[in-house]
């Protein structure tokens, strides 16, 4: 029967159906719903790790063990990984390992548009892409058998619109059996140290021309002839906007994108008198089929920046005019941190110090936005910490310096750069904003929440106790409500000399917590200094009301989104925000 999935329910459905020991990763949009998925299928087992990084190794030692294992991530995600994936491809596997990495073309929720098939070429793992739910559910299913064929991890590229479009599945047998425990007893393939590396690296070239001859058969790879005078060669969802904007022509799909199957692109190619290369992101395909000598368009009509769509193929290939599809302008939305948001009286009061702010990845990030305007620099996971070093080191007053980071990005890769601050005698100073979850991919646990992705009880991290024991002495945990309270830790950690850390602990709006008092604005106490509207909380609104004959902005609290959190309130200096009474229940 078929079902209607998105593209990371369905890569979850195959990874259970060709029964996996484990799927691993850490969230990241678009990648996030894949374990999210699997961990709902009966007798499926998947787990949040860390970080990419440790996530690989845990697939890489199922896979040394005999089992199957899924690894999942977002592209940015597989930098962190890459030490491992480059290794692992030496060593190869024994049961199947395979690697989803999810680009994120148009950054929806990125801090780049980083193109993951450069990776499969240069660790030489080959890799498939899907266009559809269907081909997501499929190609998984394959990687795992390509993997055990060929001995070396596979890697599945999605990127936004597969993994969270939808589409009709129609599943496969279900795998029988279960994974066979092997015990590791072949130390020249698993253990790299250059001998046995050296005799590696000869079996990975060669299983790349392996599997370069595989795909040029490969039903992965499927030619469609149509109008012959246009032919284009596409792969993944880019497949969709083909078909949608030139029906008529001759497409070959690629789903083996990497190593590519030449002799099927140079025959195609033969058969067709304009050719054109349709890829989001970089001109991979284009490139190696240029080098091949084959003639063909790509860049030089459809954009390297940026998401693709129905209309951008149809204008590069000129059959729309590009001023016509312009999509009517539509009111914008901006990004905003959410009412009672934690983070927001921290910001303000960064602002109102006039400190250098070192930012990280999380909804902090959000800092950056108007009105708060407090971040200063935001470069990956974990960065805001050795950034603030770095300029503290470059001769940067470190009284005027702080690092942002969450509680989930701290554990994922915070830790070695306050170990860094500590051991390389730096004086600055770090605040973690600790939300109890990792709160910008949709609140998933990690090791500070004391709940496992499966939702079972599991250790839960003390931040204080763990900051202690990397050596920062001068560490405190304060209420990021309390705006005084933030206001005197950061003027003691600024001018403490050593490493100073303080902790904000308050829960995600999202979670559910205790609700406090809501408040409103008393109209006759307000003196329109607009101070409550400087901390850019989406329950402040704006009304116009007549003052003697002027018009004047008064803020309006909406009670349906006011959390009581009160940071406004500690914002007026005229006492002209008050507690809603009678409101203290709980919000779920």
């Known amino acids: 029967m078929d079902t209607i ?59 040394y063990g005999g089992g199957r294992a899924i690894v999942t991530m977002k592209h940015v995600g597989l930098n962190v990984a890459a030490d ?39 660790a030489k793992v080959p890799m498939l892409e899907p266009s559809d739910s269907q081909e997501a559910y499929d190609f998984t299913r394959i990687a795992f058998e390509l993997s055990e064929k060929f001995d070396t991890p596979v890697m599945l590229r999605t990127t936004t619109r597969l993994s969270h479009g939808k589409s009709t599945v129609k599943a496969s047998t279900v795998t029988t059996g279960s994974p066979e425990t092997k015990k590791i007893d072949n130390p020249m393939k698993y253990v790299m140290v250059p001998a046995n590396a050296k005799r590696r690296h000869i079996f990975v070239e060669e299983r790349t021309a392996k599997l370069q001859e595989y795909f040029e058969s490969s039903e992965l790879n499927k030619v469609e002839y149509r109008d012959k005078s246009t032919g284009i060669i596409t792969s993944g969802i880019s497949y969709q906007y083909v078909r949608d904007a030139v029906p008529d022509a001759s497409v070959l799909k690629l789903g083996s994108v990497w190593p590519l199957p030449i002799k099927t692109i140079l025959e195609f190619a033969a058969n067709i008198e304009n050719l054109y290369i349709i890829e989001e992101l970089d001109p991979f395909i284009e490139e190696q089929l240029k ?12 954009p390297i920046c940026g998401e693709f769509t129905p209309t951008i193929v149809a204008v590069g290939m000129g059959v729309a005019n590009p001023v016509e599809s312009q999509r009517s302008s539509l009111p914008t939305r901006p990004p905003s941190m959410c009412p009672g948001c934690p983070h927001r009286g921290v910001f303000k009061t960064l602002k109102r110090l006039k400190l250098t702010v070192s930012g990280d990845i999380g909804c902090y990030t959000l800092g950056v936005m108007p009105p708060l305007m407090a971040l200063d620099s935001c470069v990956c996971m974990g960065a805001s910490i050795g950034v603030a070093h770095g300029m503290e080191k470059a001769g940067v ?3 005027t310096i702080v690092a942002v980071i969450g509680d989930s990005t701290f554990l994922h890769s915070g830790m ?62 304060i209420d990021p409500y309390d705006i005084p309270s933030i206001e005197k830790s950061l003027n003691h950690a600024l001018k403490y000399d050593g490493p100073s850390v303080i902790i904000t602990n308050r829960p995600c709006m999202l979670i559910p917590h205790e609700k406090y008092p809501k408040v409103q604005v008393i109209p006759d106490k307000c003196k329109y200094c607009g101070a409550c509207l400087s901390i850019g909380c989406p329950s402040i609104s704006k009304v116009a009301v007549d003052v003697d004959g002027k018009t004047r902005i008064r803020p309006q609290m909406d009670q349906l989104l006011c959390t009581g959190c009160q940071v406004c309130k500690q914002m007026c200096k005229f006492d002209a925000i008050e507690q809603v009474s009678g409101d203290t229940d709980t919000i779920i």
Request: charged fraction near 15%.
């Open 5 to 63: 999935l998105t593209g990371n329910a369905a890569i979850a459905m195959a990874a259970h159906d060709a029964r996996v020991a484990l799927g691993v990763g850490y969230p990241g949009t678009p990648s996030t719903e894949v374990l999210e998925n699997l961990t709902t299928l009966e007798s499926s087992k998947a787990q949040w790790a860390p970080n990419e990084k440790v996530a690989m190794e845990v697939g890489i030692g199922v896979s």
């Open 84 to 122: 491992p994936l480059f290794t692992v491809s030496y060593t190869g596997v024994s049961g199947g390992l395979v690697v989803l990495v999810a680009d994120d073309p148009g950054m929806h929720s990125s801090q780049n548009e980083q193109d993951s098939r450069h990776y499969a070429r240069a």
């Open 291 to 302: 080098a091949a000598g084959i003639k063909c368009i790509g860049k030089e009509r459809f």
């Open 397 to 399: 007053d470190p009284s």
């Open 416 to 477: 070695t750069g306050l170990l860094d601050m500590v051991y390389n005698g730096s004086k600055g100073t770090l605040i973690i904003l600790d939300n109890g979850t990792t709160a910008m991919t949709g609140r998933q646990d990690h090791p500070g929440t004391g709940k496992a992705l499966s939702g079972e009880s599991a250790p839960h991290v003390d931040l204080l106790s763990l900051v202690k024991s990397l050596g920062v002495i001068d560490v405190v945990v």
